[in-house]
């Protein structure tokens, strides 16, 4: 068998890793921010239903340009943010990881960069690398916040054509404001062109309440792009449907690169049936953030911390060594995320069940180590 070494691989993907969690035996897997509770019975009846029909015409290609999905897709961004959207402003994809590489192969690519703001979402740098666009870490403060101005003036600097903000941010948890995208957006406007700004809300429907989205920002800013995703809110991270909401020049553009029939039958039709349910999928929203701030409120009893949250999940610390902390939480049958950020910890809010299992196995850890700073 061939190593790697051996293959004509291109330079810039030597010496990587694959993106992905760690998948190891454990009792209560709170690691990769999954919606802990499973799909409502009838969305289980109609989708069998819906699946049966379309299965009548898998000898045929997919509706290419997915109108049913996109335009559905529209309703809700309208009707769950107030911002007016119509289907040619929205585009769909396999998972918003495929939504964010055919970005990059639209407006990134060879001698082209991208600029992200680290700590932030790891498949950023990795898709851009992927599709040979260049990569730049933008400059956060000691909190994980974004400063303004500095993002701003870093954009001028290095001049990216793809920049991307996380909100709220993975693995840190919180929203990003208004005013700080602004800012970005302001910022990429160039003496010889300009560059797009890609706000990723995957975690939008769980941010604390009176966080706006960055949808509301799309009028008049033809360069912004607000992706969203069905595997957290909505509980269907199997699905794998991503989606965009952006000026409709932006999804001509993505058309040129998106791969043909791309989104297939039972795709579309699966996840048509999740948004005829929407409220009772979103049900759950409300009992997953109360169980993040259950571990919030929780952690200083421990003598730990968190980074506020706006996601699904909660980074806390600080650890001497977290990857021991990480491995003795495994050891009790609870794996959390290590994110690599030194001292931090990542974990997912799962159920009641599952938080009360995680804070005992952490309370145990504490007297076992004792090594929180």
Request: charged share 20%.
């Amino acid at each position: 068998m061939a190593t790697l070494d051996e293959l004509p691989l291109r330079p810039e993907l030597r010496g990587r890793t694959p993106y992905g969690a760690p998948q190891v035996p454990a009792t209560h897997r709170l690691n990769t921010n999954e919606n802990p509770y499973p799909l409502p019975p009838e969305l289980l009846g109609d989708l069998a239903k819906a699946l049966e029909q379309a299965a009548v015409t898998l000898n045929r290609y997919p509706d290419r340009d997915a109108i049913e999905l996109r335009t559905e897709l529209a309703r809700y961004l309208t009707r769950t943010t107030g911002q007016p959207l119509e289907a040619r402003e929205v585009w769909a994809a396999n998972g918003s990881n495929e939504v964010l590489q055919e970005i990059l192969q639209a407006f990134g690519g060879a001698g082209r960069s991208a600029l992200g703001f680290t700590p932030s979402y790891s498949m950023h740098p990795i898709i851009a690398a992927g599709t040979g666009t260049g990569w730049a870490d933008g400059h956060r403060r000691d909190d994980f916040t974004i400063d303004a101005a500095a993002a701003a003036a870093q954009v001028r600097a290095l001049r990216p054509d793809v920049v991307f903000v996380t909100s709220p941010n993975n693995p840190t948890g919180t929203a990003v404001a208004l005013e700080t995208i602004r800012a970005i957006y302001d910022a990429t406007t160039y003496d010889d062109g300009a560059g797009v700004v890609v706000v990723d809300e995957a975690y939008a429907e769980f941010a604390r309440a009176g966080t706006p989205s960055a949808l509301t920002l799309l009028p008049g800013r033809p360069r912004l792009i607000v992706s969203r995703t069905m595997s957290k809110a909505f509980g269907m991270a199997g699905l794998r449907l991503g989606y965009l909401a952006a000026d409709a020049a932006v999804v001509d553009a993505l058309q040129l690169v998106r791969l043909p029939y791309h989104l297939s039958s039972l795709t579309q039709a699966a996840a048509l049936t999740a948004l005829a349910h929407t409220d009772a999928l979103l049900a759950t929203v409300d009992a997953v953030k109360a169980q993040r701030d259950r571990i919030v409120a929780a952690l200083p009893a421990l003598g730990l911390t968190s980074v506020p949250s706006d996601a699904n999940f909660v980074l806390f610390g600080h650890f001497a060594d977290a990857h021991a902390a990480w491995q003795a939480l495994l050891d009790r049958g609870v794996l959390v995320r290590d994110v690599g950020l030194p001292g931090w910890l990542r974990v997912t809010a799962g159920t009641a069940e599952e938080t009360t299992a995680f804070l005992m196995a952490l309370a145990a850890v504490r007297a076992e180590l004792g090594d929180a700073r």
